[in-house]
């Protein structure tokens, strides 16, 4: 029997019920396209992250690029992110001709904030952090080098919804916060599905236009875009979703104290900081025999990750962006991660465990 990295079936019963019943509901009132379940879950992911605003899109991606559409900066401007991430947070920063300029990483996998204030440059714009893996970047230390060099915060909290530090929580920190509601993230949808959470009313409305070809009203384009809404029907489900939620962050974090507990001598485990409260979207370990290690799994039967085999610059899209990040570099070649998400039964993290131990005595 596998252990799979992700089992995205709907087995319980209830959950099933639940969200074939928001379906349903959407069916029979028949307003299809921005319904009123989108404002709904709008409402609620504000409320959850603290923010006055929130605006549902199509997924991450296009709240990533949207985002940094509603800032409308001047093309050519540099936005300095971390290396490690999907490349979709890159690809949004080339794709409003703004240059992505690659700092370094910490042990922990995010954005290190003492590699940045060396890439600041006077077409420095924006930081973008991304909450790697579902925790929350060091927010103190980067408001402070955006604060004190005039630079905006931008939040790829795709991998965090629900990640807090102290009572803020992941989209609660910069000008704008972005989120993946994709399937495989810890707020799941059933498809594709994302949201931009703010407090700046201006931006809220333009991201409004921005979402729907740039149009303000029926008839009036004013910005350049294209049709990222969210999906109404996806919008239902996340509703029922979000009541889940802190059940399915439960277990992750569970699952998580588990392989700590029992795989710390072995291999680098995450850490949570003090204070932090992770989500777990992967379960990231480090080793020096990485591959050996995820072959070994494979070969028992367990699903492993390596997330991601290349850094962003290191793509051949990327390559010879500006940028220095040495540890990323070391630390891409050590990364795997294991299954965490919450359906992992007791027997199949038991066999993680077995697995990566009997590795290591072999
Ligand atoms: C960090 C990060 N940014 C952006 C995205 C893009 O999100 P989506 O797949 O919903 O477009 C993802 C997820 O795939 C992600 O993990």
């Known amino acids: ?137 060091a927010m103190d230390a980067i408001a402070t080098i955006a604060k004190e060099r005039g630079l905006i915060v931008i939040e790829d909290a795709s991998q965090a919804y629900g990640a807090s530090m102290g009572e803020r929580k992941a989209g609660g920190f910069g000008l704008l916060g972005c989120f993946s509601m994709n399937s495989m993230k810890v707020l799941a949808s059933l498809g594709e599905a994302g949201m931009v959470v703010t407090d700046d009313l201006e931006l809220r409305d333009r991201l409004i236009a921005l979402r729907y070809n740039g149009l303000v009203n029926r008839e009036e384009c004013h910005y350049v875009s294209h049709n990222g809404r969210l999906d109404t029907i996806q919008a239902a489900m996340l509703l029922v979703r979000l009541r889940r939620f802190a059940s399915v962050i439960d277990a992750r974090r569970n699952n998580a104290s588990f392989y700590r507990e029992h795989l710390k001598e072995r291999v680098i485990c995450p850490e949570e900081t003090p204070g932090f409260r992770d989500v777990f979207y992967a379960y990231t370990i480090r080793s020096d025999r990485r591959d050996d290690l995820k072959r070994y799994l494979e070969n028992r039967g367990i699903e492993t990750k390596i997330q991601h085999p290349f850094l962003m610059p290191q793509h051949p899209a990327y390559r010879g962006s500006p940028g220095r990040y040495p540890n990323a570099e070391r630390l891409v070649r050590m990364v795997l991660s294991l299954p965490v998400h919450e359906k992992l039964t007791f027997d199949q993290r038991h066999r993680v465990v077995d697995a990566v131990q009997g590795f290591f005595a072999a």
Not at 40 to 51: F, K, M, N, P
Not at 53 to 69: M, Q
Not at 95 to 101: K, R
């Open 1 to 137: 029997m596998m252990v799979p990295f992700l089992d995205l079936r709907v087995t319980d019963v209830s959950e099933r019920e639940e969200l074939l019943q928001a379906v349903n509901g959407v069916l029979s009132h028949g307003r299809i396209v921005l319904g009123p379940e989108v404002e709904l879950l709008e409402e609620q992911v504000a409320r959850e992250c603290d923010r006055r605003y929130a605006v549902g899109v199509n997924s991450g991606s296009d709240a990533l690029i949207l985002s940094l559409r509603s800032l409308a900066l001047p093309p050519g401007s540099e936005i300095i992110t971390t290396p490690l991430s999907f490349i979709a947070t890159a690809n949004a920063i080339r794709l409003n001709g703004l240059v992505p300029v690659f700092a370094d990483i910490g042990d922990d996998l995010n954005l290190d904030p003492e590699s940045i204030a060396g890439l600041i440059t006077p077409r420095t714009k924006a930081i973008m952090v991304v909450h790697w893996a579902g925790k929350l970047c």
